[in-house]
């Protein structure tokens, strides 16, 4: 029997969900400025985390969770481009291509 490995939590911050790091997407507010989501988890800027789930983005939205986790303005933020990028990831997801 093995020790068991420590998987890292993270919470959405659009529906408050703990779930381990991996199944979470990282929006990250990068030292230029812009909005950008993470694929590889190790961008330089302060990140938030929510679920592949276009949902979870919109509420942290019309909240302003990510706005405030980013300490960024609205105006950093590309919106479609951001709900583009997450689509892909949720096909991804729901496709078992993740």
């Known amino acids: 029997m093995g020790r068991q ?10 529906c408050n969900t ?6 979470l997407v990282r ?3 990068t030292p230029a400025g ?10 330089s800027g302060r990140g938030a985390y929510v679920c592949p789930d276009p949902a979870c983005v919109e509420r942290a939205l019309t909240l302003g969770r990510l706005t405030d986790r980013l300490k960024a303005d609205p105006d950093q933020i590309d919106l479609d481009q ?4 997450l689509k892909e990831i949720a096909e991804g997801v729901a496709g078992g291509g993740g």
């Open 27 to 29: 929006l990250v507010r």
């Open 34 to 43: 812009p909005v950008v989501l993470d694929k590889t988890g190790k961008l």
């Open 18 to 23: 703990v779930r381990p790091k991996r199944e």
């Open 5 to 14: 490995r420590h998987v890292p939590q993270r919470t959405c911050i659009g």
């Open 82 to 85: 951001l709900r583009e990028q």
